[in-house]
């Protein structure tokens, strides 16, 4: 499947009319697969190999000498993991400054929670919670933070995960960027899956997230200091740890 973002049907036929079979480098457009704040995100096709491609094109604000967006490219050049999309180059043409990626195929998250209706058992949430927390460690023992860790984010193929867009990403700076800024997305993030398979009652009455899903006092306290209400998680061993510790009841047959 074809992972696409949201993306507002007008601009879809605009941009669609626009650039569909244009051929930029060695790489001719497919399809729009998103439209974000830095630009227009499209599936390509590699002419010489027939492999599938992501191009991140960058606005003329952004791609004309802005220090601000220039990471992107550069961490995922410094980034090596099966499981983090390869940075492959950059075309620099005519009005059309752009990044190129690996393509990841699969579903986000976020595709398989709203479009899917898919309802995640207790082993699935494990099985990807170890998944993404590894990722992130490796990302952080390089200084990283990907600051944009989401549903929409996450790609799952087959079972093995994938984290996707670094455009936020920044160097660790202690007092600016701080490790922990991933961590509170990640609460965030488990937080979606176990609520995907929660039934709602007919109380009226709106609980907090604590006391309206079938948690542990462990595994609330967990996600509480991911999330900053408790005493924040300092470094991704603690976090795996003690993810591992507090959701190992999860990691069983069902």
């Known amino acids: 499947n074809v992972v696409k973002k949201q993306v507002n049907k ?46 991140k ?13 220039i990471p992107e490219a550069v961490f995922l050049s410094q980034l090596n993991h099966k499981n983090i999309p390869q940075f492959l180059g950059v075309i620099n043409s005519k009005n059309f400054y752009a990044y190129v990626f690996e393509f990841i195929e699969g579903d986000t998250i976020n595709h398989l929670l709203f479009e899917k209706k898919h309802k995640f058992n207790n082993k699935e949430i ?56 991933d961590f509170s997305h990640l609460g965030d993030f488990l937080l979606y899956l176990l609520y995907s398979s929660y039934e709602v009652t007919d109380n009226k009455r709106k609980l907090p997230w604590y006391e309206e899903l079938p948690l542990k006092n462990n595994q609330i306290m967990f996600l509480k200091k991911l999330l900053g209400i408790e005493e924040k998680y300092k470094n991704t061993n603690d976090v795996l740890n003690d993810f591992i510790e507090v959701f190992k009841i999860y990691n069983i047959k069902e």
């Open 126 to 181: 494990y099985n990807i919670g170890i998944q993404l927390i590894e990722i992130i460690k490796f990302i952080h023992s390089n200084n990283i933070i990907h600051k944009d860790i989401s549903i929409s984010n996450v790609i799952l193929n087959k079972n093995e995960l994938f984290l996707i867009d670094f455009g936020l990403a920044r160097q660790y700076e202690e007092g600016i960027y701080s490790y922990d800024m």
């Open 57 to 69: 094109k960058l606005k003329y604000s952004v791609s004309n000498h802005s220090q601000k967006h």
């Open 10 to 55: 007008l601009s879809y036929t605009f941009y669609k009319k626009i650039y569909k079979n244009k051929k930029y480098d060695r790489y001719i457009i497919v399809d729009l697969l998103g439209e974000g704040r830095y630009g227009l995100c499209f599936l390509a096709k590699n002419i010489e190999t027939s492999a599938l491609v992501v191009i």
